[in-house]
């Protein structure tokens, strides 16, 4: 399941590389500070020069689609965000509440309605004001 979220280019840090089983591979983070309310920082990994990271800015406003990968060892989990896409996006959003999934979030605003005096019962004949 791919996920995507906006945010504003903060930094790429230097790569990595490595050789495993005869195969070189390469891995490079970028951290995005995330759109909202309480702007959040959120890392993200590159494989194999799939994106030139070059091409972005501090402060450029991009979309990051990524996948979530966890793994297990030693008794503790370890999760990866793995970019496979940034876009850069038209302006500053930041106050953007697009979720993960890319749908707007329901405005959740209600009417107070005032309380209402209770109705009084039209009372019988001969009825008195006893409730026994």
Known sequence: MALEVEGKFIKALDPVSGEKNGKKW????????????????????????????AQFNEGDSVKVSFDINSREWQ???????????????????????????????????????????????PKAEGADDLPF
């Open 26 to 53: 390469s891995k490079q983070f970028f951290v995005i500070e995330q759109f909202g309310q309480y702007p959040t920082p959120a890392q993200f990994q590159v494989w194999n020069d799939r994106i030139n990271l």
């Open 75 to 121: 008794d503790r989990v370890y999760t990866d965000l793995t970019a496979f896409r940034v876009d850069k996006t038209n302006g500053d959003v930041s106050n953007n509440n697009t979720q993960t999934n890319g749908t707007q979030p329901q405005s959740q605003t209600a009417t107070v309605q005032p309380p209402t005096a209770p109705v009084e019962q």
